[in-house]
């Protein structure tokens, strides 16, 4: 298997895979708008035998900081492995991949809406605990599964933010 960049020749397979590991279309229209949109920060793939078999995408977010100020970073999402070839370490090692080459590049955090137990090990913690929330999520519903990763030094002394994916995300 081999991780590398995603390629305008991945698209089809992406968007196979993205429809097979997800049961709806969403994730793969996402996928696609925040192509359109020029908002594709990151995007690897897995390849093994020539398929693409996982993928994972990073897009800029904002988090906009009750004393007026913005912070930008960036957003893990979507991340997916063909049904087939899950449980077989694809996806951690897109995401590992991924987060270090954004690392290597200065970003200064990364956030995921995703199950807390599985992005744990990949250093993530509740947004909460850096007064952060999404601002997709006004009651808190998803707070717990909201959360952060200082990638380039400490958390932010922002105070309270409001964080803000892409505005491709509005219209999926």
């Not at 990151?42 to 009750?66: K, N, Y």
Request: glycine share 12%; charged share 15%; with cysteine.
């Amino acid at each position: 298997m081999q991780i590398r960049a995603f390629s305008p020749d991945d698209e089809t397979g992406v968007d196979t895979l993205l429809k097979a590991a997800f049961p709806g279309p969403g994730e793969a229209r996402l996928v696609t708008a925040l192509r359109a949109a020029d908002a594709d920060t990151l995007e690897l793939v897995a390849e093994d035998h020539g398929q693409v078999v996982g993928c994972v995408m990073f897009s800029p977010v904002t988090a906009r900081c009750d004393d007026g100020s913005e912070r930008h970073g960036v957003g893990l999402g979507p991340v997916a492995v063909i049904p087939e070839h899950q449980a077989r370490g694809i996806g951690v090692a897109l995401i590992e991949a991924g987060i270090s080459y954004l690392t290597t590049l200065g970003v200064p955090w990364c956030v995921v809406l995703g199950e807390p137990d599985y992005y744990q090990r990949f250093g993530f913690t509740a947004a909460a605990s850096w007064n952060w929330s999404w601002a997709g999520d006004p009651d808190g519903q998803f707070a717990a599964a909201f959360q952060v990763r200082a990638l380039n030094g400490p958390p932010p002394r922002s105070g309270v933010a409001s964080l803000h994916y892409h505005p491709a995300f509005l219209g999926v």
